[in-house]
């Protein structure tokens, strides 16, 4: 965003229930931020902003959508969109509203009071040395390449050694996993990330997120030889809510 003017159509936060009051002081994506509105109808509203001109994954951008997003949600259930949806024009927006006004509604129902929790589970590359030790067919491969060096036998080393840490790693984390899931409502399995064993998030309620949080670092603490748990939130409940009905025009990614 070089801030040199608007491009066309509405960017599109949210999705939440009509008569949400914005939050004070609230700005959109861009630079300057671009000046928020909410537009409904029925009993559902979204709140926009006109689109910035050449919209990128900028920093400051994905911080002041998903800051708006949170913001939102202390007052009460909210949709979110993914950064980069954005609509034609408000008359397309409104008319996709109202097509979507029944499923909208129960998604809304569903998520308020909560919040989501991110878990990745991912190998500890720290524990090679366990690795090795209670791996026979690690320690096989490890003791034929240094019979025979070269780069097949590295090569088949590293692989095992790879897998190995990968396994010990989701089976560590799936008994994370399986104490987490009774703190949540739902959980939701997320896409596969480069590097992780595992990819969950959880639907929590909101008065419960530091608990939830002080169970999993406590569950990562006792397992760290085995597993390295990342978790984030609370964040907005986006592995929770379908995209039927959302404007889609996916931004381009670059650094800011």
Known sequence: ????????????????????????????????????????????????????????????????????????????????????????????????????????????????GHVEVNVKALPAQDSLADVVAEDAAVRRLRDAARRRPGYEASVRLGEAVASALARRAAEAGKAVLRELAPLARAVAAGPDVQGCALNTSFLVPRGHSERFRTTAERLAGARRSHVDIRIAGPLPCYSFVGDAGAPRRPAAMTEG
Do not use: C, W
């Open 1 to 112: 965003m070089d801030g040199d003017g608007l491009g066309d159509g509405l960017y599109v936060y949210a999705v939440v229930s009509d008569g949400t009051a914005l939050p004070e002081g609230a700005g959109g994506v861009g630079d300057p931020p671009a000046a928020l509105r909410v537009i409904g109808t029925g009993k559902i509203a979204a709140v926009v902003s006109d689109a910035p001109a050449r919209l990128r994954a900028r920093r400051r951008d994905l911080l002041a959508h998903q800051d708006l997003l949170m913001d939102l949600a202390d007052s009460g259930p909210v949709l979110p969109m993914r950064f980069g949806m954005v609509a034609p024009d408000e008359d397309a927006l409104l008319a996709q509203l109202a097509l979507a006004e029944p499923s909208h509604l129960a998604t809304l129902k569903n998520l308020d």
